[in-house]
C-alpha cells in the first residue's frame, strides 16, 4: 500500500512563525537552565545521601522521606560495570596457555583499501553505497 503523502501547510501568517520560532527559542534556553539547576540539586542531594544515608545489602545508599512528601525514599544506587582490561586478559590466558583458545581473530574492513578500489574504478558508485550506505536524517537548526 502506497504512503499517503503528508497533508501541506502553508505558511501565510508571519506572526505564527514568529510566535512558534519565539517560544521554542525561550523553551531551548529554559531547557539549559532547568538542567544545569537539576544538576545542582542532584549533587547536593547525593551530598545529603552519602553523609546521613543508611546501607542496604547491595551496597546501596537511601533515606526514606517522610509521608506526604514528593517522593517515599532517596537512594545513591550503586551500580557497577565490569570493563576488560585486555593487557591481563591476554597475560593470563598467555600464562596458562590458552591463548589460542580465547582469542578470536574478527574480520575487519579496511576501509582505505575499499576507497582505493573506488578511486581505480573498481568498485562503482552504486556498490560503494552498498558497501556504505547513506542514513539521512534532519535537525531543526534555529539561530
Known amino acids: 500500500m502506497a504512503k499517503a503523502a503528508p497533508p501541506t501547510r502553508s505558511v501565510n501568517d508571519k506572526s505564527e512563525v514568529d510566535y512558534l520560532v519565539a517560544e521554542y527559542v525561550h523553551l531551548r534556553n529554559s531547557e539549559k537552565e532547568l538542567a544545569a539547576r537539576k544538576k545542582i540539586i542532584r549533587d547536593q542531594l547525593i551530598d545529603i545521601v552519602e553523609q546521613v544515608g543508611e546501607f542496604d545489602s547491595n551496597g ?3 533515606i526514606e522521606l517522610e ?3 514528593d517522593a ?23 600464562e596458562k596457555g590458552l591463548a ?4 578470536i581473530m574478527v574480520p575487519t574492513l579496511d576501509t582505505e583499501f575499499v576507497w582505493k578500489q573506488v578511486f581505480e574504478g573498481r568498485i562503482s558508485d552504486d556498490e560503494l553505497e552498498r558497501i556504505f550506505p547513506s542514513k539521512e536524517t534532519f535537525a531543526l537548526v534555529v539561530e
Not at 80 to 90: C, I, K, N, P, S
Not at 100 to 103: C, L, N, S, V
Open 72 to 94: 517515599s525514599l532517596m537512594q545513591r544506587q550503586r551500580r557497577v560495570q565490569r570493563g576488560l582490561d585486555m593487557e591481563a586478559a591476554t597475560e593470563i590466558m598467555e
Open 67 to 69: 509521608p506526604g512528601s
Open 60 to 62: 546501596n545508599q537511601f
Open 100 to 103: 589460542d583458545q580465547a582469542f
